[in-house]
Antibody, heavy 117, light 107 residues
Framework: EVQLVESGGGLVQPGRSLKLSCVASGFTFSNYGMNWIRQAPGKGLEWVAYISSGSSYIYYAETVKGRFTISRDNAKNTLYLQMTSLRSEDTALYYC??????????WGQGVMVTVSS | DIQMTQSPASLSASLEEIVTITCKASQGIDDYLSWYQQKPGKSPQLLIYDATSLADGVPSRFSGSRSGTQYSLKISRPQVDDSGIYYCLQSYSTPFTFGSGTKLEIK
């Protein structure tokens, strides 16, 4: 069974940093590109970042470019999102999702990030 | 960036109706179009990929189609359990972009 489990969220002050993790199981993690998607409270879905299976290709939404860094450790079956210079508008539920079938075929349960003083 | 214009924003339907939700892409996306259902407090779930292919375990009352750059999700004889918010996603090019969502209520 494919599972994606996010962690690392919490309450953080504006301008500070936070690192999210997503541990994958039930599939060969190193064969798939992975994504972070976020959802602000009561809002729609926003794609945040993508990393290819071997980390060769990395892309970001303009809203986070230069502040967020996506990475992965295939030996640990883990996806990361390092978030710096956090802003109130980064407050959201952050999901990791696998890119399979040219779609986001599996999603984690999400981890909440709240940016507030 | 590719814009995905989704409509309607909300929809109420009965059990006997056919529900149709559409997403229009601002340019060609070669059928890199998927549909998701999200229920309150839950993660989105994949329904349709490649515009018309049904994801594993998804009931056959869900179907996808395309006309030009307009993509549609159809639910035939919806069930009460189909209530939720539906999103389209283009994964043709980054930044991947979602439609704004359709809130569906089945009465």
């Amino acid at each position: 069974e494919v599972q994606l489990v996010e962690s690392g969220g919490g309450l953080v002050q504006p301008g500070r940093s936070l690192k999210l993790s997503c541990v994958a199981s039930g599939f060969t993690f190193s064969n798939y590109g992975m994504n972070w998607i976020r959802q602000a409270p009561g809002k729609g879905l926003e794609w945040v970042a993508y990393i290819s299976s071997g980390s060769s290709y990395i892309y970001y939404a303009e809203t986070v470019k230069g502040r967020f860094t996506i990475s992965r450790d295939n030996a640990k079956n883990t996806l990361y999102l390092q978030m710096t210079s956090l802003r109130s508008e980064d407050t959201a539920l952050y999901y990791c999702a696998r890119l399979g079938l040219r779609a986001l075929d599996y999603w984690g349960q999400g981890v909440m990030v709240t940016v507030s003083s | 960036d590719i814009q995905m214009t989704q409509s309607p924003a909300s929809l109420s339907a009965s059990l006997e109706e056919i529900v149709t939700i559409t997403c229009k892409a601002s340019q060609g996306i070669d059928d890199y179009l998927s549909w998701y259902q999200q229920k309150p407090g839950k993660s989105p779930q994949l329904l349709i990929y490649d515009a018309t292919s049904l994801a594993d375990g998804v009931p056959s009352r869900f179907s996808g189609s395309r006309s030009g750059t307009q993509y549609s999700l159809k639910i035939s004889r919806p069930q009460v359990d189909d209530s939720g918010i539906y999103y389209c996603l283009q994964s043709y090019s980054t930044p991947f972009t979602f439609g704004s969502g359709t809130k569906l209520e089945i009465k």
